[in-house]
Protein backbone atom coordinates (compact mmCIF):
# COMPACT_ATOMS: atom_id res chain seq x y z
CA UNK A 1 0.00 0.00 0.00
CA UNK A 2 1.34 3.59 -0.74
CA UNK A 3 0.23 6.18 1.51
CA UNK A 4 -0.81 9.34 -0.52
CA UNK A 5 -1.99 11.77 2.54
CA UNK A 6 -3.36 11.47 5.72
CA UNK A 7 -6.42 13.33 4.14
CA UNK A 8 -8.32 11.82 1.08
CA UNK A 9 -8.15 15.23 0.01
CA UNK A 10 -4.73 16.16 -0.81
CA UNK A 11 -4.31 20.15 -1.34
CA UNK A 12 -0.60 21.34 -2.78
CA UNK A 13 -1.27 24.32 -0.92
CA UNK A 14 -3.78 26.07 1.25
CA UNK A 15 -5.39 27.99 -2.51
CA UNK A 16 -8.26 26.63 -3.60
CA UNK A 17 -7.20 22.94 -6.24
CA UNK A 18 -7.46 23.93 -9.80
CA UNK A 19 -6.13 20.93 -10.71
CA UNK A 20 -7.65 17.41 -9.75
CA UNK A 21 -5.03 14.23 -9.77
CA UNK A 22 -6.30 10.79 -9.96
CA UNK A 23 -5.28 7.28 -10.21
CA UNK A 24 -6.95 3.69 -10.54
CA UNK A 25 -5.42 2.70 -7.17
CA UNK A 26 -2.90 3.35 -4.41
CA UNK A 27 -0.06 1.74 -6.39
CA UNK A 28 0.11 4.18 -9.09
CA UNK A 29 0.81 6.91 -6.86
CA UNK A 30 4.45 6.46 -7.13
CA UNK A 31 4.08 7.79 -11.15
CA UNK A 32 1.44 10.74 -9.97
CA UNK A 33 3.52 11.83 -7.25
CA UNK A 34 5.69 13.40 -9.78
CA UNK A 35 2.33 15.11 -11.00
CA UNK A 36 1.90 17.03 -7.81
CA UNK A 37 5.18 17.80 -7.40
CA UNK A 38 6.19 19.49 -10.93
CA UNK A 39 2.34 21.62 -10.15
CA UNK A 40 3.68 22.64 -6.64
CA UNK A 41 7.30 23.99 -8.39
CA UNK A 42 5.09 25.90 -10.64
CA UNK A 43 2.81 27.36 -7.74
CA UNK A 44 -0.59 25.74 -8.99
CA UNK A 45 -2.73 23.80 -6.13
CA UNK A 46 -4.11 20.18 -6.91
CA UNK A 47 -5.97 17.57 -4.86
CA UNK A 48 -5.23 14.03 -5.53
CA UNK A 49 -8.09 11.20 -5.05
CA UNK A 50 -7.82 7.21 -5.40
CA UNK A 51 -11.36 6.56 -7.56
CA UNK A 52 -11.79 3.27 -10.06
CA UNK A 53 -13.32 3.78 -13.26
CA UNK A 54 -14.31 -0.06 -12.59
CA UNK A 55 -14.52 -0.06 -8.98
CA UNK A 56 -15.92 2.77 -8.08
CA UNK A 57 -17.67 4.39 -11.39
CA UNK A 58 -20.51 6.54 -9.44
CA UNK A 59 -17.86 8.17 -6.99
CA UNK A 60 -15.86 9.07 -9.81
CA UNK A 61 -19.40 10.32 -11.43
CA UNK A 62 -19.88 12.54 -8.17
CA UNK A 63 -16.31 13.72 -8.84
CA UNK A 64 -16.15 14.59 -11.90
CA UNK A 65 -19.36 16.53 -11.99
CA UNK A 66 -18.69 18.67 -8.72
CA UNK A 67 -14.98 19.26 -9.80
CA UNK A 68 -16.21 22.64 -11.50
CA UNK A 69 -17.95 24.23 -9.30
CA UNK A 70 -15.19 23.89 -6.88
CA UNK A 71 -12.75 24.78 -8.91
CA UNK A 72 -11.20 22.39 -10.94
CA UNK A 73 -10.08 23.62 -14.14
CA UNK A 74 -7.85 20.98 -15.43
CA UNK A 75 -8.24 16.79 -14.60
CA UNK A 76 -4.96 14.46 -14.75
CA UNK A 77 -5.92 10.87 -14.64
CA UNK A 78 -3.08 8.10 -14.47
CA UNK A 79 -4.25 4.33 -14.49
CA UNK A 80 -2.93 0.97 -15.88
CA UNK A 81 -4.00 -2.10 -17.74
CA UNK A 82 -7.46 -1.51 -19.20
CA UNK A 83 -6.87 2.25 -18.14
CA UNK A 84 -10.61 3.52 -18.85
CA UNK A 85 -10.23 6.25 -16.07
CA UNK A 86 -9.26 9.31 -18.23
CA UNK A 87 -12.07 8.45 -20.63
CA UNK A 88 -14.63 7.93 -18.57
CA UNK A 89 -13.76 11.60 -16.96
CA UNK A 90 -13.87 12.97 -20.59
CA UNK A 91 -16.81 11.64 -20.91
CA UNK A 92 -18.29 13.30 -18.06
CA UNK A 93 -16.60 16.96 -18.74
CA UNK A 94 -16.06 19.28 -20.77
CA UNK A 95 -12.94 20.41 -18.87
CA UNK A 96 -9.44 19.55 -20.48
CA UNK A 97 -8.21 15.83 -19.48
CA UNK A 98 -4.69 14.77 -19.64
CA UNK A 99 -4.26 11.12 -19.35
CA UNK A 100 -0.79 9.07 -18.22
CA UNK A 101 -0.79 5.56 -18.91
CA UNK A 102 0.77 3.32 -16.31
CA UNK A 103 3.62 0.49 -16.99
CA UNK A 104 2.33 -3.00 -15.99
CA UNK A 105 3.74 -5.98 -15.84
CA UNK A 106 2.37 -8.01 -18.42
CA UNK A 107 2.67 -5.13 -21.41
CA UNK A 108 5.21 -2.79 -19.90
CA UNK A 109 2.04 -0.17 -20.13
CA UNK A 110 1.57 -0.91 -23.93
CA UNK A 111 -2.42 -1.80 -22.58
CA UNK A 112 -2.22 1.27 -20.55
CA UNK A 113 -1.21 3.39 -23.46
CA UNK A 114 -3.39 1.91 -26.04
CA UNK A 115 -6.75 2.26 -23.35
CA UNK A 116 -5.85 6.30 -22.78
CA UNK A 117 -5.35 7.08 -26.18
CA UNK A 118 -7.62 5.47 -28.56
CA UNK A 119 -10.68 7.35 -27.69
CA UNK A 120 -13.93 7.79 -29.84
CA UNK A 121 -13.77 11.02 -31.85
CA UNK A 122 -15.30 14.11 -30.07
CA UNK A 123 -14.19 12.40 -26.55
CA UNK A 124 -10.42 13.33 -26.50
CA UNK A 125 -7.89 12.50 -24.08
CA UNK A 126 -4.61 14.34 -23.91
CA UNK A 127 -2.44 11.53 -23.88
CA UNK A 128 1.22 11.58 -22.70
CA UNK A 129 3.91 9.10 -22.54
CA UNK A 130 3.81 6.11 -20.44
CA UNK A 131 4.25 7.26 -16.39
CA UNK A 132 5.52 10.62 -17.81
CA UNK A 133 3.51 11.91 -15.15
CA UNK A 134 5.54 15.29 -15.05
CA UNK A 135 4.61 16.07 -18.85
CA UNK A 136 1.01 15.72 -18.05
CA UNK A 137 1.41 18.01 -14.93
CA UNK A 138 3.12 21.07 -17.10
CA UNK A 139 0.55 20.53 -19.84
CA UNK A 140 -2.27 21.21 -17.60
CA UNK A 141 -0.23 24.25 -16.20
CA UNK A 142 0.12 25.02 -20.17
CA UNK A 143 -3.59 24.95 -20.34
CA UNK A 144 -4.23 27.16 -16.90
CA UNK A 145 -1.17 29.74 -18.01
CA UNK A 146 -4.17 30.87 -21.19
CA UNK A 147 -5.37 33.11 -18.62
CA UNK A 148 -2.55 33.17 -16.07
CA UNK A 149 0.76 35.76 -17.04
CA UNK A 150 2.46 34.51 -14.07
CA UNK A 151 2.13 31.03 -15.63
CA UNK A 152 2.94 32.07 -18.60
CA UNK A 153 6.39 33.86 -17.14
CA UNK A 154 7.00 30.38 -15.12
CA UNK A 155 6.82 27.99 -18.07
CA UNK A 156 9.00 30.73 -19.60
CA UNK A 157 11.52 30.27 -17.39
CA UNK A 158 10.88 26.29 -17.24
CA UNK A 159 12.08 26.68 -20.76
CA UNK A 160 15.01 28.72 -20.16
CA UNK A 161 16.27 26.13 -17.56
CA UNK A 162 15.95 23.14 -20.33
CA UNK A 163 18.33 25.41 -22.89
CA UNK A 164 20.70 25.67 -19.87
CA UNK A 165 20.51 21.85 -18.80
CA UNK A 166 21.56 21.34 -22.44
CA UNK A 167 24.50 23.51 -22.66
CA UNK A 168 25.92 22.38 -19.58
CA UNK A 169 25.69 18.87 -20.81
CA UNK A 170 27.61 19.55 -24.01
CA UNK A 171 30.06 21.35 -22.53
CA UNK A 172 30.68 18.72 -19.89
CA UNK A 173 30.86 15.98 -22.86
CA UNK A 174 33.30 18.37 -25.11
CA UNK A 175 35.11 18.82 -21.85
CA UNK A 176 35.37 14.94 -21.36
CA UNK A 177 36.05 14.35 -24.51
CA UNK A 178 39.06 16.30 -24.53
CA UNK A 179 40.59 15.08 -21.71
CA UNK A 180 40.04 11.39 -23.11
CA UNK A 181 43.29 9.67 -25.35
CA UNK A 182 42.89 9.59 -28.43
CA UNK A 183 42.73 5.93 -30.22
CA UNK A 184 46.17 5.58 -31.55
CA UNK A 185 47.69 7.15 -28.13
CA UNK A 186 45.17 4.63 -26.11
CA UNK A 187 46.14 1.90 -28.66
CA UNK A 188 50.10 2.20 -28.25
CA UNK A 189 49.80 2.38 -24.29
CA UNK A 190 47.00 -0.91 -24.34
CA UNK A 191 48.30 -2.89 -27.21
CA UNK A 192 45.10 -2.64 -28.80
CA UNK A 193 46.33 -2.42 -32.34
CA UNK A 194 46.76 0.49 -34.72
CA UNK A 195 43.45 0.87 -36.17
CA UNK A 196 42.18 4.27 -35.18
CA UNK A 197 38.44 5.15 -34.57
CA UNK A 198 36.22 8.37 -35.90
CA UNK A 199 36.45 10.92 -33.68
CA UNK A 200 32.91 12.15 -31.83
CA UNK A 201 31.13 14.84 -33.06
CA UNK A 202 29.10 16.92 -31.17
CA UNK A 203 25.78 17.99 -33.22
CA UNK A 204 24.46 20.67 -31.41
Request: charged letters at 20%; a positive charge; glycine letters at 10%.
Amino acid sequence: MHSITSSPHHSITKRRPVVGILMGSDSDWPVMQRAAATLERFGVSCESRVLSAHRSPELVRRYVTSAGARGIKVFIAGAGGAAHLAGVIAALTTLPVIGVPIETKSLKGLDSLLSTAQMPSGVPVATVAIGNATNAAILAVQCLALSDRRLQRELTAHKRRLVLGIRKADREINRSRLKAPRPAEAAGRGGQGSRQLPRARVIG
